[in-house]
């Protein structure tokens, strides 16, 4: 089993619709969560991070689950610009301190006019 | 302020070559980290160091090696390079390396042929 797994996409969605991004993960010590975005042949870029409280940044709610090791996004409104890969990442720490993002494979989201 | 400075962008490789990739962090932080991504995967983790130290290591061969200096720049060194080895090569910088304000490098992309 991958330590983090998305949905496969690709989402192809119009403009204005709410998309939802699932994501699970394996390890039940992981410490920290968070969703990237990553343009095409660009680098990753921080999201935002994920609570278990849940968490909103305007279009934006990120929400995790610990006892299902679920973590979730979802996108209301999309723009065209919201067209991308989202990586789901989780955060391990090893026995000797280190702290290792590890991520999903992503899912790309085609948002269309 | 600038961001995280990587060289080369991109550099073409034969098969058994050895290669130097390079990485400034942002002024400050003294965490370094380096991920590989192959076309269509998520980046995987290879190595962190943290002043100077190395603190973690992925699940890589020792052809595999690094080092952080004193300015905290760091270096990537790829020994025997195998076809398999073309990726994206990010390295990620952030003030303590626990997981929190990492920001990514545009990365090196690596072909080897």
């Known amino acids: 089993r991958k330590e983090v797994e998305q949905d496969p996409g690709p989402f192809n969605v119009p403009e204005g619709a709410t998309v939802a991004f699932n994501c699970t993960y394996s390890?039940?010590?992981?410490?920290?969560f968070f969703w990237y975005r990553q343009d095409c042949r660009k680098e990753p870029k921080l999201l935002m991070s994920?609570?278990?409280s849940g968490n909103e940044d305007g279009r934006f709610t990120a929400q995790l689950n610990r006892a299902s090791q679920y973590i979730s996004l979802l996108i209301r409104d999309s723009k065209l610009s919201d067209s991308a890969t989202y990586l789901c990442?989780?955060?391990?720490?090893?026995?000797?301190?280190?702290?290792?993002?590890?991520f999903g494979k992503g899912t790309k989201l085609s948002v269309i006019p | 302020d600038a961001g995280v400075t990587q060289s080369p962008t991109h550099l073409i490789k034969t098969r058994g070559q050895q290669v130097t990739l390079r990485c400034s962090p942002i002024?400050?932080?003294?965490?370094v980290s380096w991920y590989q991504q192959v076309l269509g995967q998520g980046p995987q983790f290879i190595f962190q160091?943290?002043?100077?130290?190395?603190?973690g290591r992925g699940n890589f061969p020792d052809r595999f090696s690094a080092r952080q200096f004193p300015n905290y720049s760091s270096e990537l060194n790829v020994n025997a390079l195998l076809l398999g080895d073309s990726a994206l090569y990010l390295c990620?910088?952030?003030?303590?390396?626990?997981?929190?304000?990492?920001?990514f490098g545009s990365g090196t992309r690596l072909t080897v042929v």
């Open positions: 990620a910088s952030s003030p303590t390396g626990d997981g929190y304000g990492y920001t």
């Open positions: 160091y943290y002043e100077k130290e190395e603190r």
């Open positions: 390890n039940s010590a992981s410490q920290s």
């Open positions: 002024s400050g932080h003294k965490s």
């Open positions: 990442v989780v955060n391990q720490v090893s026995g000797a301190g280190s702290y290792q993002l590890t």
């Open positions: 994920v609570y278990s």
